[in-house]
């Protein structure tokens, strides 16, 4: 399929489609069309052409970069049109310009949640405890996929003043901005639209019965999504979304609502880190050493600024933990890695990088 000429719309613009999809589709292989992965679920991808929706057995499957990629929701594919009435194949799967990724039950491999996405909306529900480990792990998880973050504190219709919860978010977002919605009334919901126009794509992550489902449906304008009401006394979800779902949005962009994840476990985190916490970083710049590690070393301005109470000691416990993770995290890798050059031909789910170092 030629791509669309100048001025004029490609037939998938609403669907994300933009100048960096367009880069890599020019090494598309002939005869095949484009189309957007919308949901991937047990070896099945629904996707998304210019022609409509139809389904293709998910298989994995290379580019000009050399790189073979399983397809995932936010992936966009190149299908080969199906023969004597079967399904359309993949041919290819296009280098992804982010992907926001966590390791997978077993510790052992990295678990592509959703590509291609410009933001992560980090969905907390005001109706909950705050736990901050939880929050900042999802914007390490955002900005080592390459996405930019912004909270998201939903319900607000359910508290009286939602300020102290919502300075407690920003405390532990530095630099992210942090939005208030009620889905239920329709309040606060144009800040997010504009984080989607005009075609950009956002994924929802947050703990289940945060209310993403219920903010998806509102964004879109329809129950496309199902959704339940929380366990009265601990406001538990009910792990009511199961698959991953890129739905259009009618006021510009795509969103990817997805199941809450009871982990998010690190699978490669070290720039995501300082990303995560630039106010850790500053001080840093202060500390003896230059790889201190902030535990034991002498001179250390980490420490010191955890001591005077400038920086919460808390803040500073969970970023130790999760550096450890990360390097843990990075040992695993090296080892999947290792295991992967013995034998030839295996599928690396961590190719989906397109160029080495910076990827936004
Ligand atoms: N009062 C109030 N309730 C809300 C709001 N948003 C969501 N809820 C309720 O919270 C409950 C959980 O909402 P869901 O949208 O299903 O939550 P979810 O994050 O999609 O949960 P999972 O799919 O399990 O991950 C439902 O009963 C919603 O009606 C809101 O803005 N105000
Ligand atoms: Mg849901
Ligand atoms: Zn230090």
């Known amino acids: 399929m030629a791509g669309a000429g100048a001025g004029e719309r490609h037939p998938l613009h609403a669907w994300g489609w933009d100048e960096r999809v367009e880069r890599w589709w020019a090494s598309a292989p002939r005869g ?48 080969a049109p199906a023969d004597a009435g079967g399904p359309g194949t993949i041919a290819g799967v296009l280098p992804r310009f982010s992907a926001v990724t966590r390791v997978d039950a077993h510790g052992q491999r990295e678990q592509v949640l959703a590509t291609n996405v410009d933001s992560v909306l980090a969905v907390h529900g005001l109706d909950r405890p705050l736990r901050g480990g939880r929050l900042e792990r999802t914007l390490v998880l955002a900005w080592e996929g390459g996405a930019q973050p912004t909270v998201v504190a939903t319900k607000t219709d359910l508290v009286d003043d939602p300020s ?54 509102r964004l879109v304008g329809e129950e496309v999504q199902a959704t339940r009401g929380v366990r009265a006394g601990d406001a538990k979800g009910r792990h009511t979304t199961v698959t991953r779902d890129l739905l259009l949005v009618p006021t510009g962009g795509v969103l990817i609502d997805t199941p809450g994840l009871r982990g998010l476990g690190l699978w490669e985190a070290e720039e995501g880190l300082a990303l995560a916490f630039p106010d850790i970083e500053e001080l840093a710049s202060g500390c003896r050493f230059r790889d201190c590690g902030h535990e034991r070393e002498p001179g250390c301005a980490v420490r010191a600024a955890a001591e005077a109470g400038s920086l ?30 013995r034998r030839p031909g295996t599928i690396t789910q961590t190719a989906w990088r397109t160029r080495p170092g910076r990827r936004r």
């Open 32 to 79: 095949t069309i484009a189309a957007r992965v919308v949901r991937a679920d047990r070896g099945r991808v629904l996707l998304q052409a210019a022609s409509g929706t139809f389904t293709a057995p998910a298989r994995a499957a290379g580019w000009s970069d050399g790189a073979e990629r399983m397809p995932t929701t936010g992936d966009w594919v190149a299908v």
């Open 312 to 341: 919460d000691p808390a803040r500073l416990a969970r970023y130790a933990a999760l550096r450890r993770e990360a390097q843990e995290a990075g040992a695993r890798r090296e080892a999947v890695a290792r295991r992967e050059r």
């Open 164 to 217: 102290p919860a919502l300075e407690a978010l920003a405390a532990l977002a530095p630099g992210v901005e942090v939005l208030a919605v009620s889905a239920h009334r329709g309040t606060g919901l144009d800040p997010i639209r504009e984080v989607l126009r005009p075609n950009r794509t956002a994924v929802m992550l947050g703990e289940s019965g945060a209310g993403k489902s219920t903010l998806t449906n």
